[in-house]
């Protein structure tokens, strides 16, 4: 699974109802709407992950069993990697580039990483009757969870004046979207820590898809 702007612009598009053109077709997103959702979605890959815990069970030279990670923590997003693309019209530069430092405050703030059993994986350095490590640990399939439309649309949408029920749902559907589709790994050994019948470790510079 990955993020993709295209269909978060069709559906981001699609709170407006169907719109039809002079010919009485369905139209597509606007520039903008794909402009605003590529934006989101590249500054999100551009973001980091720590993992502050991992566990899961070893055994002397053994692969890690039931791997899994919690409470991950996104960092690193910087709004002006969503403006630069998204906030391309100068009329609007300057409203886009506050609703975006403002959503990746809030995204940094509320959003939880997690790996469920299995999903982390390493070798153990452990010998019989002594501590080891883990090695080439690594981490895949990890889930966004943690994110609110209505919550999102109070920090970002306050931040730039916009109220209502339409852009309740436009960031509901963006959360949804990160929530749905998001994916976060770790690269062998970017997750480590100790291991002595089991392990207990953490995590640094995962990356979103």
């Known amino acids: 699974m990955a993020m993709d702007e295209t269909l978060l612009a069709a559906d981001i598009w699609a709170i407006n109802g169907v719109v039809l053109d002079g010919e009485g077709k369905p139209t597509p ?8 959702a590529k934006g989101f979605i590249a500054m999100l ?13 070893t055994g002397p030279g053994a692969p890690l069993s039931n791997g899994l990670g919690q409470g991950g923590k996104i960092i690193n997003l910087l709004g002006p990697v969503m403006s630069g693309i998204a906030g391309v019209d100068p009329v609007v530069a300057a409203q886009v580039a506050v609703e975006a430092t403002a959503i990746a405050t809030y995204m940094m703030a509320s ?3 997690s790996f469920l059993p299995g999903s982390v994986e390493g070798q153990s350095t ?7 490590s883990l090695v080439q640990g690594k981490g895949s399939m990890g889930k966004i969870s943690g994110l609110s439309g209505p ?23 963006m959360c949804n979207h990160v929530m749905g589709l998001a ?5 062998p050994n970017t997750i480590t820590g100790g291991a002595y019948g089991s392990f207990v470790g953490a995590g640094v510079g995962g990356t979103i898809k």
């Open 45 to 57: 890959k551009a973001g980091l992950v720590m993992l502050p815990l991992a566990q899961g069970g």
């Open 29 to 36: 997103p606007t520039d903008p709407i794909k402009a605003y």
């Open 111 to 113: 959003a939880i990483v």
């Open 151 to 173: 919550s999102m649309a109070q920090v970002a949408g306050g931040a730039v004046g916009q109220t209502g029920p339409f852009i309740v749902d436009q960031y509901t559907v």
């Open 126 to 132: 452990e010998t019989s009757g002594s501590g080891g």
């Open 183 to 187: 994916e976060v790994s770790f690269k």
